[in-house]
T-cell receptor, first 114, second 114 residues
């Protein structure tokens, strides 16, 4: 079973609402990520973190923000949801196995903004 | 920065046949290349990693090859089963944009018919 957990799995919310997508991992990984994925499309990196108090923007511009106060927790927040934010959001963490970087993904949150 | 091309969006094959999926990259040769499996509505799951100095890697019915001259990796599933139906993603380290992060191809959706 995955050791990285995302809640909620599905969320339908009205325009203008503030939402927080939760992501927690129990593996003690320092590096964590948020990806956005539309149906049938590739993963786009929107945020990542090297560890506590570290947050970086990814390759795809996003109106969301993230925080990393604890190693195991990496929540993503949208201050004012819009229909254009409708997508699947995937959280991941990674570790180096020798010289190899291996990712573990959560099951994702499918967000629909109406 | 690095780009990944998985040249087939979809591949349909008959049960028992060998599925071959292709991953091409456009820029520098990575130290290693990874393959992930993604089921609908779920996050990707790591399958195999192959290093640049390895020609071939096997795991049960899976085989991956890596040709740095062609800038290509092939992913084979032998004796395919309907349970192998999923989207398969190729990934490698990106030293451009978000340095030290994996970038993912768009994926190839494999359907194995009984």
């Amino acid at each position: 079973e995955a050791d990285i957990y995302q809640t909620p799995r599905y969320l339908v919310i009205g325009t203008g609402k503030k939402i927080t997508l939760e992501c927690s991992q129990t593996m003690g990984h320092d590096k964590m990520y948020w990806y956005q994925q539309d149906p049938g499309m590739e993963l786009h990196l929107i945020h990542y973190s090297y560890g506590v108090n570290s947050t970086e923007k990814g390759d795809l511009s996003s109106e969301s923000t993230v925080s990393r106060i604890r190693t195991e927790h990496f929540p993503l927040t949208l201050e004012s949801a819009r229909p254009s934010h409708t997508s699947q959001y995937l959280c991941a963490s990674s570790e180096w196995e020798g010289h190899r970087l291996i990712y573990t993904f959560g099951s994702g949150t499918r967000l629909t903004v109406v | 920065s690095q780009k990944i091309e998985q040249n087939s969006e979809a591949l349909n094959i008959q049960e028992g046949k060998t599925a071959t999926l292709t991953c091409n990259y456009t820029n520098y040769s990575p130290a290693y290349l990874q393959w992930y499996r993604q089921d609908p509505g779920r996050g990707p799951v790591f399958l195999l990693l192959i290093r640049e100095n390895e020609k071939e890697k096997r795991k049960e019915r899976l085989k991956v090859t890596f040709d740095t001259t062609l800038k290509q990796s092939l992913f084979h599933i032998t004796a395919s089963q309907p349970a192998d139906s999923a989207t398969y993603l190729c990934a490698l380290l990106n030293y451009g944009g978000s340095q030290g992060n994996l970038i993912f191809g768009k994926g190839t959706k494999l359907s194995v018919k009984p």
